[in-house]
């Protein structure tokens, strides 16, 4: 089935049959999976601007993953507007091996295996291990149409310019290669070989592990 098959049913749901729930803007959490111009949307971050003039409205801004073309989308609400949220099941996983035109995970409830285009995840693996846990599979119609990662995950440095002594307090940085072939901006200080946190959803160093 293809996004597009998969993105016709979560419009036409109503008339199929299937649960569609309505979220105000203030109940909608990173993670939720969200109908926006007819397209679901995983929400990844939200900021809420609270407004200085006196009767004017709460605004809610989302920044979240449209899952047909795996953009990126920023949707804002005000905190009486509301979304529809898709029609989605997640299931734990954890990654089994990648066979170079999809990803294969097995479900850590039922041990059925779950495969997606790996073109479809490719920049969520750059993220993911063997041994990484909390992934999420969004099964939609019994179909894997996306992943959802754990917001921090621990990688080990492969490649980088040696460690610079003495510099743990210095907000220089360095390009470092990790082992899933990511590439973060690191502090001077770190070496080839130690653990570190990521964050997942911007890519960012977070600290040794």
Known sequence: MGLSSI??????SKQRGFKVVSMQAKEIKPGAVVVSQEIPVLIETVQVQT????GAATLY??????????QKIDITLKGSESLAAADFERRPVKLMY???QQVHFLDQNDFNQHAIDREL???EMLYVTEELEGILALIYNDECVGIQLPSAVELDVTECDPGVKGNSA?????PATLETGLIVQVPEY???GQRIKVDTRTGEFL???
């Open 98 to 100: 990648s066979d170079g």
């Open 51 to 54: 407004p200085s003039a006196r």
């Open 190 to 192: 770190l070496s080839m």
């Open 61 to 70: 801004k989302f920044r979240g993953r449209n899952l047909v073309t795996r």
């Open 7 to 12: 993105l016709s049913q979560v419009v036409s």
């Open 121 to 123: 995840v490719a920049n």
């Open 170 to 174: 210095t907000h220089r940085t360095k």
């Open 207 to 209: 600290s040794r592990a």
